[in-house]
């Protein structure tokens, strides 16, 4: 096992990366920027380093200033967490070559899964379902118009490196098409420096269901089921939960099984995210997330499974603590993502936490690095806590959701707490009825009912 470990990260990620170290009895190197000196994650370290000012580009994305400090400090691995060089292949490979472990998949995988072509072609050619589109990017419009006509309307343009759902041109009819394949295009280049789209066919109303995976050394490969993340807003997940409230044991086993042949398949090493979208009973792979991710905390509380205590281990060379027949699946657990944001038009809210008081009780986890007279910097994303409920069944985990979000106190700053508590009172999200457009269309209905 590492003795000590670099978290190459902050706020709540850094604090779960350190607390799976701490129970492993791995020491922590804690790196950040000049704006985040005072943050929980460096207070609870073994050792903290500042890598560079406030601006990510300057700090947590600094490779020279993070490879440095794990040299100083004897790290022997980096941890990379979620977003900023989680899923940068050349972070992986330069770690690599200065003798540090980097714990998640080879550089190799991170850029197969990077490029989403690249990526549809390997996970297709080994049994996973694709949404249907065009097999390559499109040179021109001409090959956007065959691909479009074959594929039907509304149709989809997507950036082959695209994230964080930046990148999408929806396009309803074939007059439409030039102009939104430019768009895209442009916006892809200015975006991800990489100006190269695909086309493909626009589901209506899919939900986004994702399996979690998670493969050793050793050949061996599982699936931890799915999470439901079909909450989104601007196509970024708002509210998360496993299980899914559509899908059958059969259909969860089958997915899973299809998932976890095709990871094995890829030689895939570590933990990882097959994301899918789910119409009519069918599944369409868009891409694999080749990282821990933001909504990790869902299965870990329906499986019982320390998902990144076994990732430190799985990277350390040692096998899975589990195996596939180990894993079952109990009760019901929702996560939602905490923002300091204005609830209704979303601006961000940095500044002081005036008054915090974490919820709690049976049930209830609340993953956050934030505390009493923190400063919210306005520097990075506005999320500053996951609430996670866990309990039986769903509508108990839903009365759960509401009485933690009233013992919630993050006074002084804007949050999406009234968000939430306005949705759990709706009837289609009480039955699980909604899709990804759903929450947008709910909330365009809130804009207009508080302005009438
Ligand atoms: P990113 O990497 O930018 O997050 P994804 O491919 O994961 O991009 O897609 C993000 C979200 O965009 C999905 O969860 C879904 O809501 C929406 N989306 C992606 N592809 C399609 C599609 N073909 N039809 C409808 N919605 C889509």
Not at 95 to 111: C, D, W
Not at 130 to 156: N, R, T
Not at 328 to 343: K, Y
Request: hydrophobic share 40%; net charge negative; aromatic share 8%.
């Amino acid at each position: 096992m590492f003795k000590k470990v670099l978290i190459a990260n902050r706020g709540e990620i850094a604090m779960r990366v350190h607390r799976a170290c701490r129970e492993l009895g791995i020491q922590t190197v804690a790196v950040h920027s000049t704006a985040d000196s005072k943050a929980m994650h460096v207070r609870l370290a073994d050792e903290s380093v500042c890598i560079g000012p406030a601006q990510a580009k300057d700090s947590y994305l600094n490779i020279a200033a993070i490879v440095s400090a794990a040299e100083i400090t004897g790290a022997d691995a980096i941890h990379p967490g979620y977003g900023f060089l989680s899923e940068n292949a050349r972070f992986a490979d330069i770690v690599k070559a200065h003798g540090i472990t980097f714990i998640g998949p080879s550089a190799e995988h991170i850029r197969t899964m990077g490029d989403k072509i690249a990526a549809k072609k390997a996970v297709g050619d080994l049994g996973i379902p694709l949404v249907p589109g065009s097999p390559g990017a499109l040179a021109d419009f001409e090959e956007a118009k065959a691909a479009a006509s074959q594929i039907g309307y509304p149709a989809l343009i997507k950036a082959a490196s695209g994230g964080g759902g930046r990148g999408m041109k929806l396009v309803e009819e074939e007059s439409q098409l030039e102009e939104q394949l430019q768009a895209a295009q442009q916006e892809a280049l200015a975006a991800f420096g990489d100006g190269s789209v695909y086309i493909e066919r626009y589901l209506k109303q899919p939900r986004h269901i994702e399996i979690q995976i998670a493969a050793d050394s050793h050949g061996n490969v599982v699936h931890l089921g799915e999470r439901d993340c079909s909450l989104q807003r601007r196509n970024q997940k708002v509210l998360e939960e496993a299980p899914s409230p559509v899908l059958t044991a059969e259909e969860r086993a089958k997915i899973g099984e299809t998932t976890r042949k095709a990871i094995q398949g890829l030689g895939y090493l570590g933990v990882g995210t097959v994301e899918y979208l789910y119409e009519n009973g069918e599944f369409f792979f868009i891409e694999m997330n080749t990282r821990l991710q933001v909504e990790h905390p869902v299965t870990e509380q329906v499986t019982g499974i320390d998902l990144v205590r076994e990732q430190i281990s799985i990277a350390a060379g040692n096998p899975l603590s589990f195996t596939q027949e180990d894993v079952t699946f109990t009760g019901h657990a929702i996560e939602c993502r905490i923002n300091a944001e204005d609830p209704r038009t979303f601006v961000p809210s940095p500044g002081r936490i005036q008054e915090f008081h974490a919820p709690g009780g049976l049930g209830v986890r609340f993953d956050s690095a934030v505390y009493d007279g923190y400063d919210i910097p306005p520097f990075y994303d506005s999320m500053i806590g996951k609430l996670i409920v866990f309990g039986d069944n769903r509508e108990l985990v839903i009365a759960r959701l509401r009485r933690a979000l009233e013992e919630t106190v993050l006074a002084g700053i804007n949050t999406t707490i009234p968000l939430f508590e306005d949705l759990l009172d709706d009837e289609d999200f009480k039955t699980g009825d909604y899709h990804i457009h759903w929450l947008g269309e709910w909330l365009a209905k809130q804009e207009e009912a508080g302005e009438g």
